[in-house]
C-alpha cells in the first residue's frame, strides 16, 4: 500500500460547527504532515507530527487543532472556521533513508465554509 | 525574496515538443530537490527527486540542479496531452518541504 487517503473528499460546514479531517497511510511512515492550498497557489505546511509527536506549528489559527492518535493516523479538528479558510487541505507522509525526502500526498479534502 | 522562485506561467506547448520548466532558490543549505506534478483538484504526486547537483533522468523526464547557480529544472521530452498539469518545484529544510508557486502547463494536440 503506497498510498495516503483522505476522507471526506469534499466537506462543507458552517461558522459555527465542529468538523473533522482524517488522513491515514500504511506505508510505516513515521513524519507525516497537514498542508493548505489555496486555488492556484502551492500547499502551506500547517503541521509536522515526527514519531506521534506534534514538533512544527507554522502559527496556525487555534480553531484547527491537529491530533495523531497512532503512527498510520493523522487528523484535523475544525472549529468555528471563517470563510477564508475555505481551501483544499492536504495530508502527506515520508519514509526514512533515502528515499525520504519524497513526500507522498493524499488527494484532499476540499473544505467550503459558509 | 521567497526561498523557492517559479515561474507560473500558464505555458501552452504542442504536443510532441520539449517542455523545459524552471526554479531559483535562495537558501544555499537546499540539498534535496524535487518535482511535483498536480492535477487539477487532486493532491501533488512525486515525479523526480535529485539530491545536490547534477541529472537525473526518468522515461521522458530529466530533472536538472545546477547548485552554483542556484537552478533547478525539468524537462520533459515528447509531451503529452496527459502531461497537462501544475508543475510544482520543491526543496527541504529541516522537516519542511517548500514550494515554488508552481507553472501551469497546457499540452494541445
Known amino acids: 500500500d503506497t498510498e495516503v487517503t483522505q476522507t471526506p473528499k469534499h466537506l462543507v460546514m458552517g461558522m459555527t460547527n465542529k468538523k473533522s479531517l482524517k488522513c491515514e497511510q500504511h506505508m510505516g511512515h513515521r513524519a507525516m504532515y497537514w498542508y493548505k492550498q489555496k486555488a492556484k497557489k502551492p500547499p502551506e505546511l500547517m503541521f509536522v507530527?515526527?514519531?506521534?509527536?506534534?514538533?512544527i506549528n507554522e502559527s496556525v489559527p487555534s480553531r484547527f487543532s491537529p491530533e495523531c492518535p497512532n503512527s498510520s493516523l493523522l487528523n484535523l479538528h475544525l472549529h468555528a472556521l471563517q470563510p477564508e479558510d475555505s481551501a483544499l487541505y492536504l495530508c502527506?507522509?515520508?519514509?526514512?533513508?533515502?528515499?525520504?525526502?519524497?513526500?507522498?500526498f493524499g488527494s484532499g479534502t476540499r473544505l467550503t465554509v459558509v | 525574496q521567497k526561498e523557492v522562485e517559479q515561474d507560473p506561467g500558464p505555458l501552452s506547448v504542442p504536443e510532441g515538443a520539449i517542455v523545459s520548466l524552471n526554479c531559483t532558490y535562495s537558501?544555499?543549505?537546499?540539498?534535496?530537490f524535487m518535482w511535483y506534478r498536480q492535477y487539477s483538484r487532486k493532491g501533488p504526486e512525486l515525479l523526480m527527486y535529485t539530491y545536490s547537483s547534477g541529472n537525473k533522468e526518468d522515461g521522458r523526464f530529466t530533472a536538472q540542479v545546477d547548485k552554483s547557480s542556484k537552478y533547478i529544472s525539468l524537462f520533459i521530452r515528447d509531451s503529452q496531452p496527459s502531461d497537462s498539469a501544475t508543475y510544482l518545484c520543491?526543496?527541504?529544510?529541516?522537516?519542511?518541504?517548500?514550494f515554488g508557486t508552481g507553472t501551469r502547463l497546457q499540452v494541445f494536440p
Open positions: 520543491a526543496s527541504y529544510n529541516t522537516d519542511k518541504l517548500i
Open positions: 502527506a507522509s515520508r519514509g526514512q533513508g533515502v528515499q525520504a525526502y519524497g513526500y507522498t
Open positions: 537558501n544555499s543549505a537546499f540539498q534535496y
Open positions: 507530527y515526527s514519531y506521534e509527536k506534534l514538533s
